[in-house]
């Protein structure tokens, strides 16, 4: 299951509207420095190539969406590919998503938060790098409006199974709820990469989102 290597990016592409470094942030920054329009803000943690970003931006014209990728090269791939489409409503950012929603994400102001496929960190002596834990999630619970919603999808069950023990320590979040698998019409209609890998090597995917109340 190789991965395809990225597309070589464009050198006259212009990603200025599209594409920050969170070192290079100013304490006072905020998310409305990123979009031209105020409307209600989603946040994936973890975009790899792109496509949630990509396709849920088009989707959702009304609404704002931030991605944040630890990984350069794929944080400029996920840019560019918002770049070519101009789709002002989207914005990537590259560097420790966990320490930038705890310093500049405002108390419930984020409508939906997407995390799909994090790192499993396979040994257990690093599983305390998991995204999914308890710092996070009361992060997670401070940024959240009511009813806004986390997603969560990974293809490790025993990393499933762990973390939704892990948020029935969060009664506000209210689920799991199950999320069915949908049918692709097209080759590239699902919701990550990673889910598309997956699913054409039959290995199964666990989802579930949960509603903040």
Same mark, same amino acid.
């Given at each position: 299951?190789?991965?395809?290597?990225? &597309? $070589?990016?464009?050198?006259? +592409?212009?990603? #200025?509207?599209? =594409?920050?470094?969170?070192?290079?942030?100013?304490?006072?920054?905020?998310?409305?420095?990123? @979009?031209?329009?105020?409307?209600?803000?989603?946040?994936?943690?973890?975009?790899?190539?792109?496509?949630?970003?990509?396709?849920? #931006?088009?989707?959702?014209?009304?609404?704002?969406?931030?991605?944040?990728? %630890?990984?350069? $090269?794929?944080?400029?791939?996920?840019?560019?590919?918002?770049?070519?489409?101009?789709?002002?409503?989207?914005?990537?950012?590259?560097?420790?998503?966990?320490? @930038?929603?705890?310093?500049? /994400?405002?108390?419930?102001?984020?409508?939906?938060?997407?995390v799909y496929f994090p790192d499993?960190?396979?040994?257990?002596?690093?599983? $305390? &790098?998991?995204?999914?834990n308890k710092s996070f999630i009361?992060? /997670?619970?401070?940024?959240? %409006?009511?009813?806004? /919603? +986390?997603?969560?999808?990974?293809?490790?069950? !025993?990393? *499933?199974?762990?973390?939704?023990?892990?948020? !029935?320590?969060?009664? !506000?979040?209210?689920?799991?709820?199950?999320? $069915?698998?949908?049918?692709?019409?097209?080759?590239?209609? =699902?919701?990550?990469?990673? !889910?598309? &890998?997956?699913?054409?090597?039959?290995?199964?995917?666990?989802?579930?989102? @949960? /509603? *903040?109340?």
């Amino acid at each position: 299951m190789g991965r395809r290597a990225l &597309r $070589k990016l464009n050198p006259n +592409l212009d990603l #200025s509207s599209y =594409y920050a470094e969170i070192e290079d942030l100013t304490d006072e920054c905020t998310v409305a420095d990123f @979009f031209t329009q105020q409307q209600p803000l989603e946040i994936e943690v973890g975009s790899g190539k792109g496509l949630f970003m990509q396709t849920a #931006s088009v989707d959702h014209p009304e609404r704002n969406f931030l991605g944040i990728e %630890i990984a350069r $090269k794929y944080a400029k791939h996920c840019a560019s590919r918002l770049a070519r489409q101009e789709q002002a409503n989207a914005f990537m950012l590259q560097g420790d998503a966990l320490g @930038f929603i705890s310093k500049h /994400i405002g108390n419930n102001s984020v409508a939906a938060i997407h995390v799909y496929f994090p790192d499993p960190w396979w040994k257990a002596r690093h599983r $305390k &790098r998991r995204v999914m834990n308890k710092s996070f999630i009361k992060d /997670i619970t401070r940024c959240l %409006i009511p009813n806004g /919603i +986390l997603h969560f999808w990974t293809d490790v069950k !025993e990393y *499933f199974d762990v973390t939704l023990e892990l948020l !029935e320590g969060f009664p !506000e979040l209210r689920g799991p709820n199950a999320v $069915k698998e949908k049918t692709a019409e097209h080759d590239l209609d =699902y919701r990550t990469h990673f !889910e598309r &890998r997956m699913r054409k090597n039959d290995i199964p995917v666990y989802r579930s989102h @949960f /509603i *903040f109340s």
